[in-house]
């Protein structure tokens, strides 16, 4: 947007000054690095590093880092930079900081001085008012470098000194029993710090002012997005490597070594995805586990999808809008939001009496059902409000009626969206635990023998109903509740399976690995449909 | 004032019975016949399954055969009912869950009053005392521990989910390139896509053992993790939300601002978000919504004791929330317990449903503030 109106007259204008600024920044960055490595024990924080323990070389750091930074604010201040600083670092900064070392004035009164109480709440009050008021009066290169930089220096300090060591331990007292360690506390500090004076390093950088206000928010942000992604990464790249050793256990390639299906011998065998849990298996799996998962999906979207759009078509297409689609609205969006566990609620004491009173696969697909019902709704709603009305009118000008046109222009130009909000809700569903713990499932390990198969089990009874399927009727297992039965049978799980934790991480990975699959499936639809939209 | 506010209403109801006799005047009578039978059909089918009868399936296959005959030769105004039939559906399941849950914990609302000023006043008692004994004598069934459990987790998880979320929403609408975008919006999408019991094996398995040596307590599970997973969890709901909200301000707004040579930021930061703020809180809010009944997490990293923590800001141990409650018993639990998991189901379905009509209020305030016609 505005990078348009930015001159290479201005972004060129690389200055010594700016060049020590970019280190501070670079400087936050190592240290961010470092504490995160240390929080998750990558690093031990009393290991020797060059000679010099760790922790003594944060506290190096963090010194320097602070020093830079308060140098350079003073500097611009005094005149010996050039920057273009704002009157005040503004309300927000001085909140920030008001509370930081509100923390920081409570931490060292009652650790140092040993003072509890109402002193500790005044020192502490008092320290934050000061740290607010130096933020906010001075003009902004003394007010955002001067609180940020303070604290840096004071954290480091106390790393170099020893105050803090790699052995300091602060009891809470609590009735409780917690106390902060330093291999938490050290790290956790140093991330702060480096947080707070990168950012002020990244307004000193953009020299104050408007430019500097950007560069600091933009340096968060952007650190955010990049961290939420990595989140991510980790989580499935964890999960996989956990879990593919236990899914791998025993396979086999070649012809005729897998199962037979329709009637033809499959050339791969992975047990863990082909067998159930008996006595006489060398390797243990999960089948009826997907089996169950795989018919609880087709139920849902049985039962759901055909509601969900039916109502999304007489809501768009011939109710006029006014109370009773709002209420509608209203009821779709409050059914979205309601808990998993309360939908889970609601058929243990609705369905579960209707279907046999037992605990049934049936309960589990209809309760899923409710569950993806409003999402189907709502998608299938705003896929068919985004048909443009010029369509209605040139089909209406033709003479069609209006359930034709709904049928042969409306629904077919909304589909797109439909198809994918349906296989993003399947995603959903099909890892929900919460709302099948209390409809559908049984024990923690189901025999392979007793794999679900709802076709076979159709059969025609003669009393009412008259039809029947035992299948349907019965209690099953499906993946999600699997790997929560997987966790809390703890101990007890050795006797069935020769490694326990390898088994439940290869569950983990499978569940993720079919709810992802769908999610694949749902965004790369609507890539492939947006592309084809933009073509036409 | 009154008699012409009930001469209007009554004004407004002889309008639509006129119409929807013209509308039936318009049909073919044939047409009319087969969707009475069906309405009458489905009437009764459902009342029949609504008492447990399986005699029910008779009436629903003339409802099936009536709109299979209809679907042939009438098929507009059969499609018109079954569309409607399964709108009415729709808000008949929230009906259902309503009336259902509500029922079912009447019991121990009546055996948890306390009189106050001589008056009965039921379920008080769960409210006023902070004791869960299912077991022994005297059985209580207080709701206090696990509301502050809910409190705990929902607390941390906002402090998490709502900054980290909100920025991730301007980074999407308002910063990132193209290219960036198309790389961190189904990240975030996947985020939402993972099972929360993955998260709940994950934290079970990995954090809480770290935590618990990390701070040192006696046992596993701590609120303050918890809070942290469920945090995580919730942030694609804030995400997506906020985002939708930044952007569906008007983009003549954002461009006047820069018109005037402000940078990005200060346009964020002085028009997009002050425009954009009641749909970024109705999104913090639904995300709020999302922890509270965030269940399976909870179930595996707490406790599982109905207790409060001592002191009651003691993040560091996690005892049980309203969610984990109901699935960590529902088990063993049968008559008056059984009843105490419904009442907390009551409480978790009453509060999420008032933060969703809540936000859904506050957005359509917004959108009417932005006058957009969207």
Not at chain 1, 1 to 12: C, K, N, Y
Not at chain 1, 259 to 281: D, E, K, Q, Y
Not at chain 2, 159 to 174: C, K, W
């Given at each position: 947007?505005?990078?348009?109106?930015?001159?290479?007259?201005?972004?060129?204008?690389?200055s010594?000054?700016?060049?020590?600024?970019?280190?501070a920044?670079?400087?936050?960055?190592?240290?961010?690095v470092?504490?995160?490595?240390?929080?998750?024990?990558?690093?031990?924080?009393?290991?020797?590093?060059?000679?010099?323990p760790?922790?003594?070389?944060l506290g190096?750091t963090?010194s320097?880092?602070?020093?830079?930074?308060?140098t350079?604010?003073?500097?611009?201040?005094?005149?010996?930079?050039?920057?273009?600083?704002?009157?005040?670092?503004?309300?927000?900064?001085?909140?920030?900081?008001?509370?930081?070392?509100?923390?920081?004035?409570?931490?060292?009164?009652?650790?140092?001085?040993?003072i509890?109480?109402?002193?500790?709440?005044?020192?502490?009050?008092?320290?934050?008012?000061?740290?607010?008021?130096?933020t906010?009066?001075p003009?902004?290169?003394i007010?955002?470098?001067?609180?940020a930089?303070?604290?840096?220096?004071?954290?480091?300090?106390?790393?170099?000194?020893?105050?803090?060591?790699?052995?300091?331990?602060?009891?809470?007292?609590?009735?409780?029993?917690?106390?902060?360690?330093?291999?938490?506390?050290?790290?956790?500090?140093?991330?702060?710090?480096?947080?707070l004076?990168?950012?002020?390093?990244?307004?000193?950088?953009?020299?104050?002012?408007?430019?500097?206000?950007?560069?600091?928010?933009?340096?968060?942000?952007?650190?955010?997005?990049?961290?939420?992604?990595?989140?991510?990464?980790?989580?499935?790249?964890?999960?996989?490597?956990?879990?593919?050793?236990?899914?791998?256990?025993?396979?086999?390639?070649g012809?005729?070594?897998?199962?037979?299906?329709?009637g033809?011998?499959?050339p791969?065998?992975?047990?863990?995805?082909?067998?159930?849990?008996?006595?006489?298996?060398?390797?243990q799996?999960?089948?009826p586990?997907?089996?169950?998962?795989?018919?609880?999906?087709?139920?849902?979207?049985?039962?759901?999808?055909?509601l969900?759009?039916?109502?999304?078509?007489?809501?768009?297409?011939?109710?006029?809008?006014?109370?009773?689609?709002?209420?509608?609205?209203?009821?779709?969006?409050?059914?979205?939001?309601t808990?998993?566990?309360?939908?889970?609620?609601?058929?243990?004491?609705?369905?579960?009496?209707?279907?046999?009173?037992?605990?049934?696969?049936?309960?589990?697909?209809?309760?899923?059902?409710?569950?993806?019902?409003?999402?189907?709704?709502?998608?299938?709603?705003?896929?068919?409000?985004?048909?443009?009305?010029?369509?209605?009118?040139?089909?209406?000008?033709?003479?069609?009626?209006?359930?034709q046109?709904?049928?042969?222009?409306?629904?077919p130009?909304?589909?797109?969206?439909?198809?994918?909000?349906?296989?993003l809700?399947?995603?959903?569903?099909?890892?929900?635990?919460?709302?099948?713990?209390?409809?559908?499932?049984?024990?923690?390990?189901?025999?392979?023998?007793?794999?679900?198969?709802?076709?076979?089990?159709?059969?025609?009874?003669?009393?009412?109903?008259?039809?029947?399927?035992?299948?349907?009727l019965?209690?099953?297992?499906?993946?999600?509740?699997?790997?929560?039965?997987?966790?809390?049978?703890?101990?007890?799980?050795?006797?069935n399976?020769?490694?326990?934790?390898?088994?439940?991480?290869?569950?983990?990975?499978?569940l993720?690995?079919?709810?992802?699959?769908?999610y694949?499936i749902?965004?790369?639809?609507?890539?492939?449909?947006?592309?084809?939209?933009?073509?036409? | 004032?009154?008699?012409?506010?009930?001469?209007?209403?009554?004004?407004?109801?002889?309008?639509?019975?006129?119409?929807l006799?013209?509308?039936?005047e318009?049909?073919?009578?044939?047409?009319?016949?087969?969707?009475?039978?069906?309405?009458?059909?489905?009437?009764v089918?459902?009342?029949?399954?609504l008492?447990?009868?399986?005699?029910?399936?008779?009436?629903?296959?003339?409802?099936?055969?009536?709109?299979?005959?209809?679907?042939?030769n009438?098929q507009?105004?059969?499609?018109?009912?079954?569309?409607?039939?399964?709108?009415?559906?729709?808000?008949?399941?929230?009906?259902?869950?309503?009336?259902?849950?509500?029922?079912?914990?009447?019991?121990?609302?009546?055996?948890?009053?306390?009189?106050?000023?001589?008056?009965?006043?039921?379920?008080l008692?769960?409210?006023?005392?902070?004791?869960?004994?299912?077991?022994?004598?005297p059985?209580?069934?207080?709701?206090?521990?696990?509301i502050?459990?809910?409190v705990?987790?929902?607390?941390?998880?906002?402090?998490?989910?709502?900054?980290?979320?909100?920025?991730?929403?301007?980074?999407l609408?308002?910063?990132?390139?193209?290219?960036?975008?198309e790389?961190?919006?189904?990240?975030?999408?996947?985020?939402?896509?993972?099972?929360?019991?993955?998260?709940?094996?994950?934290?079970?398995?990995i954090?809480?053992?770290?935590?618990?040596?990390?701070?040192?307590?006696?046992?596993?599970?701590?609120?303050?993790?918890?809070?942290?997973?469920?945090?995580?969890?919730?942030?694609?709901?804030v995400?997506?939300?906020?985002?939708?909200?930044l952007?569906?301000?008007?983009?003549?707004?954002?461009?006047?601002?820069?018109?005037?040579?402000?940078?990005?930021?200060?346009?964020?930061?002085?028009?997009?978000?002050?425009a954009?703020?009641?749909?970024?809180?109705?999104?913090?809010?639904?995300?709020?919504?999302?922890?509270?009944?965030?269940?399976?997490?909870?179930t595996?990293?707490?406790?599982?004791?109905?207790?409060?923590?001592?002191?009651?800001?003691?993040?560091?141990?996690?005892?049980?929330?309203?969610?984990s409650?109901?699935a960590?018993?529902y088990?063993?639990?049968?008559?008056?317990?059984?009843?105490?998991?419904?009442?907390?189901g009551?409480?978790?379905?009453?509060?999420?449903?008032?933060?969703?009509?809540g936000?859904?209020?506050?957005e359509?305030?917004?959108?009417?503030?932005?006058?957009?016609?969207?």
């Amino acid at each position: 947007m505005a990078g348009a109106a930015e001159t290479r007259l201005v972004s060129g204008d690389t200055s010594r000054s700016n060049a020590v600024a970019a280190a501070a920044v670079a400087l936050a960055a190592v240290l961010f690095v470092t504490s995160l490595a240390a929080l998750f024990e990558v690093i031990t924080i009393s290991d020797p590093f060059a000679g010099v323990p760790v922790v003594t070389v944060l506290g190096g750091t963090l010194s320097l880092l602070g020093v830079a930074v308060i140098t350079f604010g003073v500097g611009s201040y005094v005149g010996a930079v050039e920057t273009e600083p704002s009157r005040s670092a503004g309300l927000v900064a001085a909140v920030v900081f008001g509370v930081v070392w509100f923390a920081v004035g409570g931490a060292v009164t009652s650790r140092v001085l040993g003072i509890g109480g109402v002193a500790w709440a005044f020192v502490a009050l008092l320290t934050g008012a000061v740290a607010s008021a130096v933020t906010a009066v001075p003009r902004e290169d003394i007010g955002s470098t001067l609180p940020a930089g303070a604290v840096t220096l004071l954290a480091g300090m106390t790393f170099l000194t020893g105050s803090v060591g790699p052995a300091w331990v602060w009891e809470l007292e609590f009735e409780q029993q917690a106390s902060l360690t330093a291999e938490f506390a050290i790290p956790v500090v140093t991330l702060f710090c480096a947080l707070l004076a990168g950012w002020a390093a990244a307004k000193a950088y953009g020299g104050f002012g408007a430019r500097g206000r950007k560069m600091g928010a933009y340096l968060l942000i952007y650190l955010n997005a990049g961290s939420i992604v990595s989140v991510l990464f980790i989580l499935i790249a964890f999960t996989a490597f956990r879990g593919i050793p236990g899914l791998l256990n025993g396979t086999e390639f070649g012809l005729g070594t897998g199962p037979t299906v329709f009637g033809f011998a499959l050339p791969v065998s992975i047990p863990f995805v082909m067998h159930g849990v008996s006595l006489f298996n060398d390797f243990q799996g999960v089948l009826p586990a997907i089996a169950g998962t795989i018919w609880l999906v087709v139920g849902a979207v049985l039962f759901a999808v055909p509601l969900g759009v039916g109502a999304a078509i007489f809501l768009t297409e011939y109710a006029e809008r006014g109370r009773f689609t709002q209420v509608v609205e209203v009821a779709t969006n409050g059914l979205w939001s309601t808990p998993s566990i309360v939908f889970g609620l609601f058929g243990f004491a609705f369905l579960i009496p209707r279907f046999g009173g037992g605990k049934s696969l049936l309960s589990g697909m209809l309760t899923l059902g409710f569950m993806l019902l409003p999402l189907v709704l709502i998608t299938s709603r705003e896929a068919m409000l985004a048909v443009p009305d010029e369509y209605r009118d040139a089909s209406a000008a033709l003479g069609v009626s209006k359930w034709q046109t709904i049928r042969s222009v409306v629904v077919p130009a909304a589909l797109p969206g439909v198809v994918t909000g349906v296989i993003l809700g399947v995603g959903r569903i099909a890892g929900e635990t919460a709302p099948i713990l209390l409809t559908m499932t049984g024990g923690t390990f189901v025999p392979g023998e007793r794999t679900v198969d709802v076709i076979g089990g159709f059969e025609f009874v003669s009393t009412p109903p008259f039809v029947a399927n035992p299948e349907l009727l019965r209690a099953t297992t499906a993946l999600p509740f699997q790997l929560y039965a997987l966790i809390t049978a703890g101990v007890g799980l050795g006797d069935n399976v020769s490694s326990p934790t390898e088994f439940q991480w290869a569950t983990a990975l499978v569940l993720l690995l079919v709810v992802l699959s769908f999610y694949a499936i749902g965004i790369g639809a609507r890539y492939y449909f947006r592309r084809k939209l933009d073509y036409e | 004032m009154i008699g012409t506010q009930v001469l209007a209403a009554r004004n407004a109801v002889t309008q639509q019975v006129r119409a929807l006799s013209n509308f039936i005047e318009d049909q073919d009578p044939t047409a009319l016949a087969v969707v009475s039978v069906m309405t009458g059909a489905l009437l009764v089918a459902f009342a029949g399954f609504l008492s447990v009868s399986s005699l029910a399936i008779v009436p629903f296959s003339i409802f099936v055969v009536a709109a299979g005959y209809g679907w042939l030769n009438h098929q507009g105004l059969t499609a018109r009912m079954l569309t409607f039939a399964m709108t009415v559906g729709t808000i008949l399941i929230l009906l259902l869950i309503t009336v259902f849950i509500f029922v079912e914990s009447i019991p121990v609302f009546v055996y948890e009053s306390t009189t106050v000023f001589g008056i009965s006043v039921p379920g008080l008692r769960m409210f006023t005392q902070a004791e869960w004994d299912a077991v022994s004598p005297p059985i209580r069934y207080s709701m206090v521990p696990m509301i502050h459990g809910t409190v705990m987790v929902t607390l941390i998880a906002t402090a998490v989910a709502a900054p980290l979320g909100i920025s991730a929403a301007l980074f999407l609408s308002e910063i990132a390139p193209a290219t960036l975008r198309e790389a961190v919006k189904p990240g975030v999408e996947i985020l939402a896509g993972i099972p929360s019991i993955v998260y709940g094996f994950i934290g079970f398995t990995i954090l809480s053992p770290w935590a618990a040596d990390q701070f040192r307590t006696t046992g596993q599970g701590s609120y303050l993790f918890v809070g942290i997973v469920v945090g995580l969890m919730a942030l694609p709901t804030v995400v997506s939300v906020a985002e939708d909200a930044l952007s569906s301000v008007p983009e003549s707004m954002k461009s006047g601002s820069l018109a005037m040579g402000t940078t990005d930021w200060q346009t964020m930061a002085s028009i997009t978000i002050p425009a954009a703020f009641s749909g970024v809180s109705a999104a913090v809010l639904l995300g709020v919504g999302r922890a509270i009944g965030e269940t399976m997490a909870a179930t595996v990293m707490l406790r599982g004791v109905p207790q409060l923590t001592k002191p009651l800001y003691n993040a560091f141990y996690g005892q049980s929330t309203l969610t984990s409650l109901i699935a960590n018993n529902y088990g063993e639990a049968d008559g008056l317990q059984m009843d105490a998991l419904f009442a907390a189901g009551v409480i978790l379905f009453i509060t999420v449903l008032a933060i969703s009509v809540g936000s859904q209020y506050i957005e359509w305030r917004m959108r009417r503030k932005l006058g957009g016609e969207n």
